[in-house]
């Protein structure tokens, strides 16, 4: 028994490990490395000739859909005029939508003028990254990943159920540059089904995802 005890707590503490080991926000190395992608001149190269598109990411116009095109960076496109508008550091293995446990999902509003891409993991959303389009011509967002983290964190004492992994499940884009969301809390590898659901929203200004709200169940 009392080994079998023993076994489980190590168990246990190699789940909370796991948790504290997932970044609250990526380094400043990494950072920096994200912000040279996004400014990255658009090529004059027709985007078929450059990427290849990922199954599942177009919009509900069909105009717009992301590219695959390295291991580091995505690229949304214009299918109309076979450009590259815009350059994502959202990760990504090739044209397919899933990768085994990493899936590369989009949320796009009603309209096709603004949309969320995602990179999601087993037991999170690593990276999303969201984007305004008007008259094909693209627009960065923001960063909405490392501020949802951020606002998690300062959460963390008042309610532990941040402390797990963050994964977006749903978003909606709403007017004036606003987004709003759910998803799942949950501690990788836990042995409890240790999930708690959240939501957020917030707004976008100047390059930055401003969380207005964020409240864990």
Known sequence: MKTHAVLALALLLGARAAVSQTPAEPAPDQQAEWSAIRAKPLPEDPASELCEIIEGSHSPDGRYAFGFYS????CLVDLKLNRVIAWSPVAHRGPNQKYNYNSLEVIWSKDSSQVLELEQGKWDTHQ???????DGKATWLGDVMTSL???GDAREKKNPAFKGAMTIGAAEFGKKLSLSGSGVLQVPQSLTDDSHDFTFSGSFSSGKFKVESLKAK
Do not use: D, V
């Open 149 to 151: 983290r951020q606002a």
């Open 71 to 74: 291991e580091e960076e995505t």
């Open 128 to 134: 999303a990254e969201a984007f305004r389009i008007s």
